[in-house]
C-alpha cells in the first residue's frame, strides 16, 4: 500500500506558468505514471476539495487538484465556456508532461471532463463525475436563478443550502464538512474573483442552453458517477441521463444527499472511487 506524503491539510501550494499565467496546485501520495487530477466545482478553489477525500485517494495513487485560470491563486482570466476551461486542463497536464492520467470531475469540473473524453481520449484512463449534468441539461437555464438565492443566505448557510438537503441529518455532515474545508489556516487560497464567479456562471448556463456538440456515446472510457438523490443544483435525474450517454458507466446514488453527495459521504465515495480506480 502507498504512504501519503503529506496530508492535504499541509501540502504546500505550488505554481507553474503556462503561456504567461501561474497556475496554482497541489500534488500529493506516490508519484505515478497515471495520477488522479481533480477539476473543481464553481467558485471553488484548492481550499474546497475536502481533505478526507483527497487524503482517502493519495493513500493508493498520486493527486492533483489545481486552480484553472483566473481561479483562487491562479492568474489569467477566466474563460466563458466549457471548451475553453477544458483546454486549460489540457495545457495544465502538459505542463507538468503527465500525458495519461484518471480524471476527478465535480459539477463544473465534471462538465470539463465530459469534454476532455470527447476531445482527447487518449488522455483519459478513467474518469469520475460527481454532481453534473450531460451538455444540453435544460435545467441549467435556472442554475443563476438558484445562485442568486444562495448568495442571499450567509456563508455557512450558503454551503449547507447548496450542497446539503434540509434535513438535520444532512445538515449536520454538511457542518462537518465546514470544519474540514477550514481546518487548513495557512497557504490558503484567495477566493475566487467577482469576474471570475460571473465568467463561470455563463460557462455553465451555456452548458444547459447552447447547442450540444459532444457526443458522449463514443466515450469508450470507464466513467463513475456518483449523484446525490436530490441535487437541486444540477437535477439528480441528469446523471442518470448521463449514464445512459456513456457506455461504459457506473452510476451510484447516495440517500438523503443533494449537490455534495460525496462531502456528505466521504468515506463511502472514498471505498468506490479506490476500487473503480484500482480494480474496475
Known amino acids: 500500500m502507498a504512504v501519503v506524503k503529506n496530508s492535504f491539510g499541509n501540502t504546500p501550494t505550488q505554481y507553474i506558468e503556462i503561456?504567461?499565467?501561474?497556475?496554482?496546485?497541489?500534488?500529493?501520495g506516490t508519484p505515478a505514471a497515471v495520477p488522479l487530477i481533480g477539476y473543481q466545482h464553481f467558485t471553488g478553489t484548492?481550499?474546497?476539495?475536502?481533505?478526507?477525500?483527497?487524503?482517502?485517494?493519495?493513500?493508493?495513487?498520486?493527486?492533483?487538484v489545481f486552480d484553472n485560470r483566473g481561479v483562487g491563486n491562479s492568474g489569467?482570466?477566466?474563460?466563458?465556456?466549457?471548451?475553453?476551461?477544458?483546454?486549460?486542463?489540457?495545457?495544465?497536464?502538459?505542463?507538468l508532461g503527465i500525458s495519461r492520467f484518471d480524471v476527478l470531475g465535480?459539477?463544473?469540473?465534471?462538465?470539463?471532463?465530459?469534454?476532455?473524453a470527447v476531445e482527447r481520449p487518449d488522455l483519459v484512463?478513467?474518469?469520475?463525475?460527481?454532481?453534473?449534468?450531460?451538455?444540453?441539461?435544460?435545467?441549467?437555464?435556472?442554475?443563476?436563478?438558484?445562485?442568486?438565492?444562495?448568495?442571499?443566505l450567509e456563508e455557512a448557510e450558503r454551503f449547507l443550502f447548496i450542497f446539503f438537503t434540509a434535513s438535520e441529518e444532512s445538515r449536520a455532515k454538511g457542518r462537518a464538512t465546514l470544519q474540514r474545508l477550514y481546518a487548513r489556516t495557512e497557504d490558503?487560497?484567495?477566493?475566487?474573483?467577482?469576474e471570475s464567479v460571473m465568467a463561470q456562471l455563463r460557462a455553465i448556463t451555456a452548458w444547459g442552453t447552447d447547442p450540444v456538440t459532444i457526443d458522449l456515446s463514443k466515450v469508450a472510457h470507464p466513467a463513475l458517477i456518483v449523484q446525490g438523490s436530490n441535487d437541486e443544483m444540477m437535477d439528480s435525474d441528469n446523471s442518470y441521463v448521463l449514464f445512459k450517454q456513456l457506455p461504459n458507466a457506473v452510476l451510484s446514488y447516495y440517500p438523503?444527499?443533494?449537490?455534495?453527495?460525496?462531502?456528505?459521504?466521504p468515506e463511502l465515495f472514498v471505498n468506490e472511487a479506490n476500487f473503480f480506480l484500482d480494480r474496475y
Not at 476551461?85 to 505542463?95: C, E, G, V
Not at 465535480?106 to 476532455?116: H, M, T, V, W
Not at 438523503?256 to 459521504?265: K, V
Open 106 to 116: 465535480f459539477s463544473l469540473g465534471g462538465f470539463i471532463a465530459q469534454q476532455l
Open 256 to 265: 438523503d444527499a443533494a449537490h455534495g453527495s460525496f462531502f456528505q459521504y
Open 19 to 28: 503561456d504567461g499565467v501561474a497556475y496554482a496546485y497541489r500534488r500529493l
Open 188 to 194: 490558503r487560497d484567495r477566493t475566487t474573483a467577482a
Open 125 to 152: 484512463r478513467k474518469m469520475i463525475i460527481v454532481g453534473a449534468a450531460p451538455q444540453g441539461a435544460k435545467v441549467l437555464q435556472a442554475f443563476p436563478q438558484l445562485i442568486e438565492k444562495a448568495m442571499k
Open 46 to 64: 484548492l481550499d474546497n476539495w475536502d481533505p478526507v477525500i483527497i487524503d482517502g485517494l493519495a493513500q493508493y495513487r498520486e493527486v492533483i
Open 76 to 95: 489569467g482570466k477566466t474563460p466563458a465556456t466549457v471548451a475553453e476551461m477544458t483546454a486549460d486542463a489540457i495545457a495544465f497536464a502538459s505542463a
